[in-house]
């Protein structure tokens, strides 16, 4: 795999992921809302791909020539319901199927773990999201691997613990660096696919 397309590239853990990639020699197609929030230092080591998720026809083009996808769609910490992240990853999965492309590693949460109950009032419509957005992913018939990651901190990198199909996470938090690296260097890992993945970072 060389060529890959990064959804969400301009969050924080997207932003993390797109340097990962472009560190791992891969040509990375970056689908962005808004070009300018592209760091200079990355600028002319992408390629910058304007377009909207919710715009099938833009989401079909970003795919076209790729080998795998990354899905790390946010709400920019917005809470309220919406549906936009499943009806984006919607469009990815029709895109995928339209060109051929097998592999995605998609971003959702680790409240996805709990009993409905357990999760905390204030994420419980934006985990309704991610509920329908894992359903899309494993209904795909695609090589997905879904990543259930803790609270995504600013800490550096350090060692992670990785667990397949796990019950419940393994930790509480996962630096944004390793979470994007995860994303990227996941796509070449057959033993993750059609998986959910749980990681953190080894306790201090």
């Given amino acids: 795999m060389e060529k890959i397309v990064i959804f969400g590239a301009t969050g924080m853990t997207g932003l993390c992921a797109v340097e990962a990639a472009v560190k791992k020699g891969f040509q990375v197609r970056a689908f962005v809302r808004d070009p300018e929030k592209i760091p200079v230092n990355l600028k002319d080591k992408v390629e910058v791909f304007k377009g909207d998720v919710l715009e099938p026809d833009s989401v079909i083009d970003a795919i076209e020539g790729m080998e795998g996808v990354i899905n790390i769609l946010g709400t920019r910490n917005k809470l309220e319901p919406t549906s936009d992240l499943s009806e984006g990853t919607k469009n990815i999965i029709e ?42 992913v494993k209904d795909s018939g695609l090589d997905w691997i879904a990543v259930f990651p803790p609270h995504i901190s600013d800490e550096p990198s350090r060692e992670i613990i990785v667990e397949i199909n796990p019950k419940q996470s393994p930790g509480r938090a996962i630096s944004k660096w390793d979470l994007g690296k995860f994303f990227v260097d996941s796509l070449s890992e057959p033993k993750y696919y059609k998986s959910v993945v749980g990681l953190c970072n080894v306790p201090k």
């Fill in 95 to 136: 895109g995928m199927r339209a060109h051929g492309v097998k592999v995605i590693s998609a971003c959702m949460s680790a409240f996805l773990f709990y009993e409905p109950e357990k999760v905390p009032p204030r994420f419980v419509d934006l985990n309704e999201d991610h509920k329908r957005m894992y359903e899309v």
